[in-house]
């Protein structure tokens, strides 16, 4: 049962550009949501989160929205870099202290075209 | 702070032999994560360790084992190795403190082919 799903397993997008990555969640217990980038050989970054009371963060380049109604949450990055290409995995938990479980998606590639 | 680092970080091993994977948390993090990560799966939380006591388990059998020291350095071991258990570990370490806050800090990770 995938709990946090990320239905495009890759995306393209031109250097500049607008980035858009997906997640959608099934479990209403999820307050906290994690965006991590993973390069080939190293292991998953952290890069921006969001509380559930929130609906929009926002680190530089990074932006992330959080639509609880319909348990969907997105990641844009402007303007995308050629660094940015990797992989992105949403990752979700219940905010409870105690609570070290992160349940992930399975992962989008970014590939930015120069 | 130096990051979390794991050892090894490439292992072949054969069916039904065991392994034992190690990983050091950051500094001061007192809690140290497990996942597995396999192709098309994305990431599966594996188990949580926090002063030196198992407080979280994911859905993995009981060939998986783990344990922390005092120092909050953690091993995991998986016993009677099948071929399905290829896969990148990944280790993650957090301070777990009441002050909030959920983000863990990853390792590279250890490739444990089983052939």
């Known amino acids: 049962d995938q709990q946090v799903k990320q239905n495009s397993p890759s995306l393209s997008v031109q250097e500049g550009r607008i980035s858009i990555l997906n997640c959608d969640y099934t479990?209403?217990?999820?307050?906290?949501f994690l965006w991590y980038k993973k390069y080939p050989a190293e292991g998953p970054t952290f890069l921006i989160s969001?509380?559930?009371?929130?609906d929009k963060n926002e680190d530089g380049r990074f932006t992330v929205f959080l639509n609880k109604s319909a348990k969907h949450l997105s990641l844009h990055i402007v303007p995308s870099q050629p660094g940015d290409s990797a992989v992105y995995f949403c990752?979700?938990?219940?905010?409870?202290?105690?609570?070290?479980?992160?349940?992930f998606g399975t992962g989008t590639r970014l590939t930015i075209i120069p | 702070k130096a990051g979390v680092t794991q050892t090894p970080r490439y292992l072949i091993k054969t069916r039904g032999q065991q392994v034992t994977l190690s990983c050091s948390p950051i500094?001061?993090?007192?809690?140290v994560s497990w996942y597995q990560q396999t192709p098309g799966q994305g990431l599966q939380f594996l188990f949580e360790?926090?002063?030196?006591?198992?407080?979280n388990k994911g859905n993995f059998p009981g060939r998986f084992s783990g344990r922390q020291f005092s120092n909050s350095r953690s091993e995991m071991n998986v016993s009677t190795l099948e071929l399905g258990d290829s896969a990148l570990y990944l280790c993650?370490?957090?301070?777990?403190?009441?002050?909030?806050?959920?983000?863990?800090?990853f390792g590279p990770g250890t490739r444990l082919t089983v052939t």
């Open positions: 990752a979700a938990t219940e905010s409870n202290f105690g609570n070290e479980k992160l349940t």
């Open positions: 969001i509380s559930s009371i929130k």
């Open positions: 993650a370490s957090t301070p777990s403190s009441v002050a909030g806050g959920y983000e863990q800090y």
């Open positions: 500094s001061g993090h007192r809690s």
């Open positions: 360790y926090f002063s030196e006591t198992q407080r």
């Open positions: 479990n209403s217990m999820f307050d906290y």
